[in-house]
T-cell receptor, first 112, second 112 residues
Framework: DGGITQSPKYLFRKEGQNVTLSCEQNLNHDAMYWYRQDPGQGLRLIYYSQIVNDFQKGDIAEGYSVSREKKESFPLTVTSAQKNPTAFYLC???????????FGDGTRLSIL | EDQVTQSPEALRLQEGESSSLNCSYTVSGLRGLFWYRQDPGKGPEFLFTLYSAGEEKEKERLKATLTKKESFLHITAPKPEDSATYLCAVHQRNSGYSTLTFGKGTMLLVSP
């Protein structure tokens, strides 16, 4: 079945540590996205990528980094510069147009 | 600045009690309005896309409509399994890339 796989489902970060969230899709979509979801807030865009080896900052990119070396993969690194990383992180993909984005089942990141 | 406002924030219905959720938006050049359903601890699941005022889409007990300023998600004779958070998102014409702005969602609880 085609879809988006995020791993791990739960992740814990120690102070000063960088952690990487995985996102893989087999939908053959060109565009991929990372969102952050906090209680009582809408999804906020962190980074997005329309093609391999290219990505753009979203609304809340500070303290995060991404790479897009393969069409299928768009990992997100939460760096130690992100002072409030506790949130539910969602990865999505779409064709490059005003078509629906399809989401993975998220990674919940907490601070130890 | 683009805004997407969903109301009510939460809605409790009895099984079979029909109602509507609202999504009002202020964007220049709407390219599409999307409805999603999100269950706790899961990623959003795509429901509908609406592109122009007057358009309607239906799926089982759900019907989405669109005007120039807002969209409604009508739920007819809801069942407990319809309980979820419903998210609205808009895609605007002026952006160079396909990004969405999400509302904060309406949490629906349907009691048996």
């Amino acid at each position: 079945d085609g879809g988006i796989t995020q791993s791990p489902k739960y992740l814990f970060r120690k102070e000063g540590q960088n952690v990487t969230l995985s996102c893989e899709q087999n939908l053959n979509h060109d565009a991929m996205y990372w969102y952050r979801q906090d209680p009582g807030q809408g999804l906020r865009l962190i980074y997005y990528s329309q093609i391999v080896n290219d990505f753009q900052k979203g609304d809340i990119a500070e303290g995060y980094s991404v790479s897009r070396e393969k069409k299928e993969s768009f990992p997100l690194t939460v760096t130690s510069a992100q002072k409030n990383p506790t949130a539910f992180y969602l990865c999505a993909s779409s064709t490059v147009s005003n078509q629906p984005q399809h989401f993975g089942d998220g990674t919940r990141l907490s601070i130890l | 600045e683009d805004q997407v406002t969903q109301s009510p924030e939460a809605l409790r219905l009895q099984e079979g009690e029909s109602s509507s959720l609202n999504c009002s938006y202020t964007v220049s050049g709407l390219r599409g309005l999307f409805w999603y359903r999100q269950d706790p601890g899961k990623g959003p699941e795509f429901l509908f896309t609406l592109y122009s005022a007057g358009e309607e889409k239906e799926k089982e007990r759900l019907k989405a409509t669109l005007t120039k300023k807002e969209s409604f998600l009508h739920i007819t004779a809801p069942k407990p399994e319809d309980s979820a958070t419903y998210l609205c998102a808009v895609h605007q014409r002026n952006s160079g890339y396909s990004t969405l702005t999400f509302g904060k969602g309406t949490m629906l609880l349907v009691s048996p």
